[in-house]
């Protein structure tokens, strides 16, 4: 390796160019489209198909050859690439029509559609605006797409184009996820065909009660600040409701009554929609009759504290039995009709394919590992694809079985193609090697056995000498650090290689253990969570007394991780002597709805967990190095929240750190931003630690 690992980090987006990713596999099994950079360096993200029956591979579309290699994106697919944390450029969304002969992509906002099979020809279809979100219908006769708000459709035949809903207002848009949706729901689409492609089901979001907020740029003070609406916690969501828009002019609307559109689902079975009110204690499903609108309950779940929200289901088996996931017996189980099917000790993490009467999915015997399971009527679960531990997904159709997979052992990210009467097939990751000799060790950490890694340097000898200790971690819900995968874990070793003995530990809240252990941080996100950073930190020690030097402990994070550092530094100073908080949310008020309310409940109604889980008034308490690291740019945790902690540390007069990113989204994509940010926080802790 030549170039430094902060370097190479940064040129590859975190080791993820060249990985291949976003795999159709056709109806017949034959055949697999999917997006990969032409190399792990190369940030243009092209269109490749497998022939599963040769095992060739071939370039059906490469952005350079439509002359599209530099990017000119609508602000709304900035936008949606943000919530969908897309770091790679080029062709990095697509859809096919059923029988995968035609795949749609938008590129710096214009419409392409390919052909898959045959001549492969690629054709810019015209259109009155830049295009978001295209999709083909199921038949590939016309494709549905967005522009200035407007869901439009174009015939791939005729070339006719014509708007099926325009919006009302400038803060009207059909046929895209809203804010909320997209950030916190893990929906990113907002209009859905027929599956005999004669209508559309879409959402109308009109974000007029959202409150405006202005996002500056102070490096650039000629520029005007862009505005942005942003639900905060105790504030109004957009307005969101459904209707149903026939090919043939026709408008049914669809009404429910709960706060958010979780999902849809359209298929030869039925329309389906799942809904939540705004405390996310109820999940709903619904039947939709697509001619009247009418809706009518098939399933309701509650819980005390919040419900789980899980974007691959609703689906359906090929005899209509629906496919669901919820909490019954202490574990997230997969239901078919109203009965589990799989066993409480299996954590199941969501469904990836439903192959005739078979479906594929990922689920967690032990939290650290996620593996690929099948299930068809009549039968058990049945383990599929690697055995060893590891972090794996996958696609199935038409019998073929795709698996990728990571694991402790192996670099990178390995995908296999699996027929169903052949040999097994590479689809070859290009992505770069990072270089690092790692020296990871998991393991269960205090009386609550929390899942927890620690990594050495490479040259460090066992008991030869007691090393600074860096706290690693995430530390919230929704979200794992700690799983058998060397990818997760490269960040985390080169601060090793640096010095620094590595903890990284998920605590309460943290997925994969069940529904009860992620429900400990109910109306609190920083005592439960910080408690166990402390716990896992002094039980790793107890293991390995002669390499840890607690009288030097640090803690880095980003995001929430980034909340946890300040709050380790601002609550137990005694225990952690220096922290890096990275976009931090300070102020749980400042942050969204959907998220915020699901853990600390509605402001409006009881402001105590917001007063409990706020670092701002903690500024005082504050007497160790803290560095804050926050872009300028982040429209998800808005700036606001830095220098409104800095306000508060200065009036009450202590020294810390801020250093504002100009221009930096919450992602940091920015090649020089991401490897110079990865030596300033070594030099910080090195200095703030007396390294």
């Known amino acids: 390796m030549t170039e430094s690992f902060p370097r190479l980090h940064a040129r590859t987006r975190r080791f ?35 022939d599963v029956s040769t095992g060739a591979e071939r ?69 009155p605006g830049p295009v978001i979100d295209p999709r083909i219908a199921p038949d590939g006769r016309h494709v549905a797409y967005v522009t200035g708000g407007a ?91 459904l209707v149903v828009l026939g090919l043939d002019g026709s408008r049914v609307e669809v009404p429910f009554d709960d706060e958010y559109l979780v999902n849809a689902h359209w298929s030869r079975h039925g329309l389906s929609i799942v809904t939540m009110p705004r405390d996310q204690r109820t999940i709903r499903l619904f039947d939709v009759d697509p001619a009247t609108g009418a809706t009518t309950l098939v399933r309701e779940d509650t819980d005390p504290a919040w419900v789980d929200a899980h974007p691959s289901v609703p689906a359906r088996l090929s005899d209509g039995a629906r496919v669901w996931i919820a909490a019954a017996d202490g574990a997230n189980r997969l239901f078919v009709g109203d009965a589990p099917v799989t066993p409480p000790d299996l954590q199941v993490r969501g469904v990836c394919d439903v192959d005739g009467d078979t479906i594929l999915f990922r689920a967690s015997a032990e939290p650290t590992e996620i593996h690929l399971y099948t299930w068809s009527p009549g039968g058990d679960p049945v383990q599929v694809g690697p055995t060893e531990p590891g972090v794996h997904t996958g696609r199935l159709a038409g019998g073929t079985l795709l698996v990728s997979a990571q694991n402790l052992d192996d670099e990178g990210v390995a995908v296999r193609v ?37 990594l050495l340097p490479s040259w460090h000898t066992p008991g030869s000498a007691r090393l600074p200790v860096l706290m690693d971690p995430y530390g919230g819900p929704h979200a794992q650090r700690v799983l058998a995968s060397r990818q997760i874990f490269l960040t985390s070793q080169w601060f090793a290689e640096q010095g620094f003995a590595v903890i990284v530990a998920d605590g309460r809240g943290t997925p994969g253990r069940g529904p009860a252990f992620e429900r400990e941080v109910h109306l609190d ?53 220096a922290a890096v908080a990275g976009a931090p949310v300070t102020d749980w008020r400042l942050y969204d709805t959907a998220y915020t309310e699901r853990y600390l409940g509605d402001p409006r109604d009881n402001p105590a967990p917001y007063e409990q889980s706020s670092l701002l008034a903690d500024a005082e308490k504050l007497h160790r190095p803290l560095l804050l690291i926050h872009g300028l740019a982040d429209d998800n945790v808005v700036a606001a929240h830095t220098l409104r902690l800095s306000s508060a540390l200065l009036a009450a007069g202590r020294p810390h750190t801020v250093l504002p990113l100009s221009g930096v989204t919450h992602m940091t994509p920015q090649e020089v931003v991401a490897e110079n940010l990865l030596l300033l926080q070594v030099d910080f802790l090195k200095k703030a630690l007396s390294i």
């Open 16 to 50: 993820t160019l060249g990985v291949p990713r976003n795999f159709t596999i056709s109806p017949q099994g034959d055949r697999v489209i999917f997006l990969r950079t032409a190399s792990g360096t190369d940030p243009v993200t092209c269109l490749w198909e497998l």
């Open 59 to 127: 370039v059906l579309v490469d952005p350079r050859g439509l002359g599209a290699a530099d990017e000119n994106l609508p602000p709304e697919e900035r936008a949606r690439r943000e919530r969908a944390r897309e770091q790679a450029g080029g062709i990095v969304a697509y859809a096919t029509d059923r029988q995968v002969t035609t795949a749609v992509f938008a590129l710096s906002g214009a419409l392409y559609a390919a052909a898959v099979t045959g001549d492969g020809a690629v054709r810019a279809l015209e259109t």
């Open 418 to 454: 699996h027929p169903k009467d052949r040999p097994a097939l590479p689809i070859p990751s290009l992505a770069e090697r990072p270089g690092l000799d790692l020296r990871v060790s998991l393991l269960r950490a205090g009386e609550r056995e929390l899942p927890t890694a620690l």
């Open 151 to 241: 869901l439009r459709v174009q015939d791939l035949t005729t070339g006719e184009d014509r708007a099926l809903a325009e919006p009302e207002s400038e803060t009207v848009t059909y046929g895209l996820a809203e804010f909320i949706a997209a950030e916190e729901l893990d929906r990113l689409r907002g209009h859905w065909w027929s599956p005999d492609g004669t209508a559309l089901l879409a959402e109308r979001a009109d974000e007029a009660p959202v409150t405006r907020w202005h996002i500056a740029d102070p490096a650039n003070p000629d520029r005007d600040p862009v505005q942005v609406r942003y639900p905060a916690a105790g504030t109004a969501n957009a307005e969101v409701t």
């Open 525 to 577: 996100l920083a005592t439960p969570v910080l408690e166990d950073q402390v716990d896992a930190l002094h039980a790793v020690a107890r293991r390995h007394p002669d390499d840890l030097d607690l009288d030097r402990v640090a803690i880095r994070g980003w995001s929430f991780g980034g909340y946890l550092a300040a709050l380790a530094v601002l609550r137990r100073p005694d225990v952690f002597h």
